[in-house]
């Protein structure tokens, strides 16, 4: 599986307040961008923490998009994918629509009445590992239904968790011209972080960009 993180961070490194409250850092012509590495993916993965602040639906906006997808013999949208290891997405939320297929990675420590309701409410729960999700197992059940391409929009733990795992292929980050501040905000990479520098997450600058008021820097990362 080809595993590509994308997320907008500020001058700073914060993704959002310290009161993890949704911030536009950036503008509309990386709003589009974004939207492009949507409809070249299988799959769009979000933490179940963005899922439960921001409730988004993770579909493509541009119909000529969604129209070139289905020419292709693909939903118009790609599916939607929850890393939550306690399955607490709410069966209502925007993702569980029917706009495109929905998995929730849980694992076994989720509650079976809230794993019920929501494959009731049309996800397809996939359990892997015991107190948390394992993304290893997780995202080769995920490729075997066809998930091969997988977008990440976050948040933070889930972005570290990934890179812990080393199974991040590429990252690209929208610098916005913009200083968030506070210790508590939430950054590119939180979790437990790295302390060993010989573990440290390498990668290769490979393109500099500039969207509205801000640049896109991309990375692939560097594999043993």
Known sequence: MHVHVNA???VDGKLSTHEREQVAISGPEDFDRMDALR???AGVLVGVGTVLA???SLTVKDAERRERRTNDGKAPNPARVVADSRARTPPDAEILDDSAA???LASEAADEAEVAALSAAGATVITAGSS???LSAAFEQLEARGVDRLLVEGGGELIFSLFDAGLVDRLT???GSVVIGGRDAPTLADGEGFTDPET???LSLTDVARFDD???LTYDVQKE
């Open 8 to 10: 907008a961070e500020s």
């Open 132 to 134: 948390r999700v394992d």
């Open 54 to 56: 921001d409730d988004p």
């Open 173 to 175: 980050v929208y610098v």
């Open 102 to 104: 929905t998995y929730v």
């Open 39 to 41: 409809a070249e993916s």
């Open 200 to 202: 440290f997450a390498a």
């Open 214 to 216: 801000g640049v896109v």
